[in-house]
């Protein structure tokens, strides 16, 4: 019999009030990508942790190429051969590609031209392009996400964990990702693959395990299983669908913009000459590759950075107002980002309702935190929204990535706004989080809400958008009818195919 790469056994795991893994059993072959899926609060993450010795199990046994071990932290799992990247970025960013990749590990390679030199040829190996003098800050999420990948690879893993790797990545990202993996297989590498799109999991693993409720209910061969047995295996129900069916667009214009343009403090143009308008009750969808100017559209529009050109929100001219009264005008905000720009992770539930809503009274009286409006309506975003919690005065950092995400959503939609600005709304989020968004975004808009919707996920722009927009280097390039077009049409626009043509 085969040695496996990795074989769990019973593995137990018990927080105060929460049992995160009961009775888990896996065994992983060598040189396969292995996907592990189950919904937010599963207990993926925190079996992936003890994997890595991040946690460690109350019961159980983990075995390494047929050896029983045991980790006290991630060091012990590195030197067993097993990297680890996070869903959530763990980079300095006042620090180079390469400062990054060789802080920790310094004695492989010291810090200096060797180190560079290797960190250049893993780079260019696998396709990730990453000069290894530049600042970390300056790099865009899909660049991030490669650095994170990079670090693993530079320390010599074997056994690589990769927690959401697609959730930051364009179809085209994805299929590069995808190639990089099946060379690192041919290697004999061994890739645990967490994932909550299905398609992919089907279309690059070679075995599935799916965890409910903290345990193992089933490992589906991926030859012959379809999306919707997984979801099934999942939560419970059919995979949800993103379609908004009847049209509510109305003939008031909510926000018009009208050239805008960006520089930034480099000097380049990195926005020009953005004209749009969005309708009440209209979902204008936004697609583009990583870094051509989504980011940038977002913060000129909430005057998170200078930009000229004219933004309007109903009759009002916001143009020269600063990011508050833009906010307090009935603009509501998902960030990309939901670790780094949506919560205070070490603070509780009811402390992260005011963020960003300290103009509203709920939040702020008189100058004073409302101490008791903001825990009732903490108490009401819970309920309404579905965010499945001890209570308000956990910290946000406790929460699964689907529950902060519900509950972001929740405050953006409290106080009624105008307009919601979505930049990736359900990114990184199991079917049942993703359904509920979703839901919440079709009944806003059915009340009239205007909504910008910024995705990677094209099935999502194509059914939730009443239109949708192609973002190229900074211009607006091309619009499209979601009724009629295909994947393949805006990857095509995405990329420059038609400017080629």
């Known amino acids: 019999?085969?040695?496996?790469?990795?074989?769990?056994?019973?593995?137990?795991?018990?927080?105060?009030?929460?049992?995160?893994?009961?009775?888990?059993?896996?065994?992983?072959?060598?040189?396969?990508?292995?996907?592990?899926?189950?919904?937010?609060?599963?207990?993926?993450?925190?079996?992936?942790?003890?994997?890595?010795?991040?946690?460690?199990?109350d019961a159980g046994t983990i075995q390494v190429d047929g050896e029983v071990v045991s980790f006290s932290s991630p060091s012990d799992a590195i030197a067993h051969g097993i990297g680890m990247v996070f869903q959530h970025f763990m980079l300095a960013d006042n620090l180079t590609v390469l400062e990054n990749v060789v802080l920790g590990a310094e004695k492989l390679h010291g810090t200096g031209a060797k180190a560079r030199a290797e960190v250049r040829a893993i780079s260019e190996r696998f396709g990730f392009h990453l000069d290894p003098d530049v600042l970390v800050e300056s790099l865009g999420v899909a660049s991030r996400q490669r650095l994170e990948i990079l670090k693993v690879l530079y320390r010599g893993a074997k056994i690589i964990i990769l927690d959401e790797p697609t959730a930051v990545l364009v179809p085209q990202e994805v299929e590069a990702l995808f190639a990089n993996l099946e060379g690192l297989k041919a290697e004999g590498h061994t890739i645990l693959f967490?994932?909550?799109?299905?398609?992919?999991?089907?279309?690059?693993?070679?075995?599935?395990?799916?965890?409910?409720?903290?345990?193992?209910?089933?490992?589906?061969?991926?030859?012959?299983?379809?999306?919707?047995?997984?979801?099934?295996?999942?939560?419970?129900?059919?995979?949800?669908?993103?379609?908004?069916?009847?049209?509510?667009?109305?003939?008031?214009?909510?926000?018009?913009?009208?050239?805008?343009?960006?520089?930034?403090e480099f000097?380049?143009?990195?926005?020009?000459?953005?004209?749009?308008?969005?309708?009440?009750?209209?979902?204008?969808?936004?697609?583009?590759?990583?870094?051509?100017?989504?980011?940038?559209?977002?913060?000129?529009?909430?005057?998170?950075?200078?930009?000229?050109?004219?933004?309007?929100l109903g009759d009002e001219d916001m143009s020269r107002w600063g990011t508050r009264r833009r906010r307090a005008?009935?603009?509501?905000?998902?960030?990309?980002?939901?670790h780094r720009h949506g919560l205070l992770l070490d603070s509780p539930l009811w402390e992260n309702r005011i963020l960003g809503h300290t103009y509203e009274d709920v939040a702020v009286k008189g100058g004073w935190i409302n101490r008791g409006g903001s825990r009732r309506d903490a108490e009401r975003i819970v309920e309404q929204y579905d965010v499945r919690t001890p209570g308000i005065d956990t910290i946000a950092r406790a929460l699964s990535g689907?529950?902060?995400?519900?509950?972001?959503?929740?405050?953006?939609?409290?106080?009624?706004?105008?307009?919601?600005?979505?930049?990736?709304?359900?990114?990184?989020?199991?079917?049942?989080?993703?359904?509920?968004?979703?839901?919440?975004?079709?009944?806003?808009?059915?009340a009239?809400?205007?909504?910008?919707?910024?995705?990677?996920?094209?099935?999502?722009l194509i059914g939730l958008s009443d239109r949708i927009e192609v973002i190229l280097r900074g211009?607006?390039?091309?619009?499209?009818?979601?009724?009629?077009?295909?994947?393949?049409?805006?990857?095509?626009?995405?990329?420059g195919g038609q400017e080629e043509e």
């Open 329 to 338: 005008a009935g603009v509501g905000y998902i960030p990309e980002d939901r």
């Open 402 to 446: 689907g529950n902060q995400q519900k509950f972001i959503v929740g405050r953006e939609l409290s106080g009624e706004p105008s307009l919601l600005i979505a930049s990736h709304p359900t990114r990184g989020v199991d079917v049942g989080a993703q359904a509920a968004i979703w839901d919440q975004i079709k009944d806003a808009r059915r």
């Open 194 to 264: 967490i994932s909550h799109k299905l398609d992919e999991v089907l279309s690059i693993a070679d075995a599935i395990t799916v965890l409910r409720r903290g345990t193992t209910v089933g490992h589906p061969d991926p030859s012959s299983a379809t999306k919707r047995q997984l979801a099934e295996l999942m939560v419970g129900s059919e995979l949800p669908s993103p379609a908004t069916e009847e049209s509510t667009v109305t003939e008031t214009v909510q926000l018009s913009v009208e050239d805008l343009t960006m520089v930034d």
């Open 475 to 495: 211009r607006l390039v091309g619009t499209f009818d979601p009724r009629t077009v295909t994947p393949q049409d805006l990857g095509e626009a995405m990329t």
């Open 448 to 460: 009239g809400l205007a909504v910008l919707l910024i995705s990677a996920d094209l099935d999502e």
């Open 1 to 57: 019999m085969t040695t496996s790469a990795v074989e769990l056994q019973g593995i137990e795991k018990r927080f105060p009030g929460v049992v995160a893994n009961h009775d888990v059993n896996m065994r992983i072959a060598p040189s396969t990508v292995h996907a592990v899926i189950g919904e937010n609060g599963a207990g993926k993450s925190t079996l992936m942790k003890i994997l890595y010795g991040v946690q460690k199990p």
């Open 267 to 312: 000097g380049r143009t990195v926005l020009e000459g953005i004209n749009l308008q969005i309708h009440r009750g209209e979902v204008l969808g936004i697609a583009g590759v990583e870094g051509n100017g989504q980011n940038e559209l977002v913060e000129g529009i909430l005057a998170m950075r200078p930009a000229t050109g004219r933004v309007r």
